[in-house]
């Protein structure tokens, strides 16, 4: 974590003491009008009315801290004297920009905790079935497969972030034989704005990420899929494990919310896909550099899924075994073979 501002609980001097490298905070005053607050920035801001999971832990003299929470939020998460983790969700009734860990100085001056781990991640609605869905639709190992006629409602607005910071991505078990939308929304008014993944034909993908028209790639997702913007010339695209860049300018932010399975064209479910999808994914653009982030994320879905069809191919833990082992076992399966 990068390094803090500090100041007491009246906002003037430190009365605290970082250290980066081990990412250690002390307190260093005794005094009870101290309760120094360690400061961090945010990578990306709370926004106003969202939930937010933040959860971690502490060790050291766990009896130092004496909570954690976003700045400017009434509600404080307190710390458990027993094993120094925290967890609780907390609505911002205000926007936030830094996360507060409160150390309590009045104790003795000197003591010491130690960030073991810290997430802060925002409370997403499950998403809402629509159309006519049946069990047989579903499967544990490779996702939901679409019937052409409905559709998941994600219950995110596209602009829900901005408009040169968004992602989205899928991981298609199954590319599909229809030639349409995997997931996205269109607004025509007052100009079309588009974000969307799609199966352009019989071997090409394309996508966007608001803008007017679509990036062209010479693969089908075979897996994952994604794209990210974090600029207003460009975006970022990957699939088959290949990122490229696209320039195509974003033209606006559309407020409709996405649609998976299909695209929200101004409000109404249109262009239905067949496909089948383990996994999809809305939100900003993956860090400081879209294109690794993008390829971080696809490496962790797909081994995610790796694991998961290694685990109903043999009824083994994948933790057990590396990475290219658990690959080499499901290559075999796939092939007809078993590990008997």
């Not at 219950?155 to 996205?184: E, F, M, P």
């Not at 490229?244 to 399975?261: C, D, M, Q």
């Amino acid at each position: 974590m990068d390094n803090p501002s500090i100041a007491s609980i009246a906002d003037s001097g430190t009365d605290g003491a970082y250290d980066s490298a081990t990412q250690t905070l002390t307190n260093t005053t005794g005094s009870a009008s101290a309760h120094p607050r360690f400061r961090f920035a945010l990578t990306e801001d709370l926004r106003q009315g969202a939930e937010y999971i933040i959860e971690g832990r502490f060790s050291g003299d766990i009896s130092a801290v004496y909570g954690v929470r976003p700045r400017n939020a009434d509600e404080v998460l307190f710390v458990d004297a027993e094993t120094g983790e925290f967890s609780g969700t907390v609505e911002q009734t205000a926007a936030s920009t830094q996360l507060e860990i409160l150390l309590n100085a009045a104790v003795q001056s000197n003591i010491s905790a130690t960030i073991e781990s810290m997430s802060v991640r925002e409370v997403i609605a499950a998403p809402t079935a629509e159309g006519g869905w049946a069990s047989g639709d579903y499967d544990r190992a490779t996702g939901l497969t679409g019937d052409g006629t409905s559709y998941l409602d994600s219950g995110r607005a596209n602009d829900a972030d901005l408009q040169n910071d968004k992602h989205v991505s899928v991981y298609a078990s199954n590319a599909g034989t229809l030639y349409k939308i995997y997931i996205g929304s269109l607004s025509s008014t007052p100009s079309q704005t588009l974000t969307q993944l799609s199966r352009l034909d019989a071997t090409r993908a394309n996508g966007v990420v608001n803008g007017a028209a679509a990036q062209t790639l010479s693969a089908l997702p075979d897996g994952f899929f994604g794209m990210t913007r974090s600029s207003a010339s460009s975006q970022n695209a990957r699939i088959d494990g290949v990122t490229t860049e696209g320039f195509i300018a974003s033209n606006g932010n559309n407020s409709l919310n996405l649609f998976a399975f299909a695209r929200n064209t101004n409000g109404t479910a249109s262009e239905f896909i067949d496909a089948t999808i383990a996994f999809y994914s809305i939100g900003t653009s993956l860090g400081p550099d879209p294109a690794v982030g993008l390829a971080d994320l696809d490496t962790a879905v797909t081994n995610l899924m790796a694991d998961i069809t290694f685990f109903f191919n043999t009824g083994l833990n994948p933790a057990d075994y590396d990475t290219e082992t658990v690959r080499y076992v499901n290559a075999g399966y796939a092939a007809g073979g078993t590990l008997e």
